[in-house]
Nanobody, 114 residues
Framework: QVQLVESGGGLVQPGGSLRLSCVAS????????MGWYRQTPEKQRELVAS???????TYADPVKGRFTISRDNAKNTVYLQMNSLKPEDTAVYYC????????WGQGTQVTVSS
């Protein structure tokens, strides 16, 4: 059974940092492209960052230069390092398997507020 478990969300002041983690089980992790999405009540769920099985990355424009996606295949874990956080980054962040199949994690709340 495939399971994705996110952690690392919380409350942080503007300009602060958080690192989100997503631990995957039930898949051959190193063979999968992974991504992080976020969603607010006002916006559709959007792709924040993606990471291929080969290490290539993509980032949404609002987070470029501030967020970094990475993975540790030995730990079946994908990370999202978030620096210089802004209030606009407040959202529920979801881990997702992108390729060759699609699975969602449960999400972790990130709140950026002074």
């Amino acid at each position: 059974q495939v399971q994705l478990v996110e952690s690392g969300g919380g409350l942080v002041q503007p300009g602060g940092s958080l690192r989100l983690s997503c631990v995957a089980s039930g898949i051959m992790f190193s063979r999968y492209a992974m991504g992080w999405y976020r969603q607010t009540p006002e916006k559709q769920r959007e792709l924040v960052a993606s990471l291929s099985r080969f290490g290539s990355t993509t980032y949404a424009d609002p987070v470029k230069g501030r967020f970094t996606i990475s993975r540790d295949n030995a730990k079946n874990t994908v990370y999202l390092q978030m620096n210089s956080l802004k209030p606009e980054d407040t959202a529920v962040y979801y881990c997702k398997v992108l390729l060759p199949a699609e699975y969602w994690g449960q999400g972790t709340q990130v709140t950026v507020s002074s």
